[in-house]
């Protein structure tokens, strides 16, 4: 989101609403100047209806003509908008398919997801893929031409949250790996979502 945030605010105004008060202060620093930030700091957990009504007064003072949805409480408060500011076209990085009907294009973050979507009756139309990009000024991967099975590293980048994220997936694998002779470890980077630490325990 930093990533693309900056890179669009080169040539549009840019503004990021940060619903929750559970955020990473890091990241936010590296917003740069010409991004608009608004902290709503609502608790997390706490009324819908309120949260809801709170986003719609925010963008109703910013008057996108866009607004990229990203997680249940804004996609829940873009039908609010759309009622009230019909004009502004409503775009939803999916994770969950609810309230997408008030969205003028789904943006699917893989294929797979792309087939999760279209399995709920969303019209393919409505449906676009857009992978996870990578900065290439910050990340130069080298290609590995041979893999050395006496030597791997796997890392995992994301929240915690095996239903979603297949966390427990990767673990399953990466012992069926070892049992066949491969020296393999497997490094995890995230935590999980405020109040689930049970899945920590889990896996």
């Known amino acids: 989101m930093v990533d693309v945030a900056n890179g669009m605010s080169k040539k549009h105004n840019v503004t990021v609403c940060i619903i929750n008060d559970y955020y990473s202060n890091e990241l936010v620093n590296e917003l740069n100047d010409n991004v608009n930030v608004i902290l709503m700091k609502r608790p997390v957990g706490s009324g819908k209806i309120k949260c809801m009504v709170d986003i719609l007064k925010e963008v109703k003072k910013v008057k996108p003509d866009v607004l990229h949805c990203q997680g249940m ?12 500011m019909p004009k502004v076209k409503i775009y939803n990085t999916v994770h969950v398919v609810l309230g997408n009907v008030m969205c003028r294009k789904i943006i699917a973050i893989s294929k797979a997801v792309e087939q999760e979507i279209l399995d709920k009756a969303v019209p393919k139309n409505k449906v676009e893929v857009v992978f996870n990009a990578i900065d290439t000024d910050k990340f130069k991967p080298s290609l590995i031409k041979k ?25 399953r694998a990466v012992a069926q790996l070892y049992k066949r002779g491969y020296n393999i470890k497997c490094i995890f980077a995230g935590e999980p979502m405020k109040g689930n630490v049970k899945y920590i325990d889990d896996l």
Do not use: H
């Open 147 to 171: 893999l050395d099975k006496n030597n791997i590293t796997l890392v995992n980048v994301a929240r915690v949250y095996p239903e979603k994220k297949g966390q427990d997936l990767l673990i």
């Open 73 to 84: 409480n804004c996609i829940q408060a873009s039908i609010l908008v759309k009622l009230f």
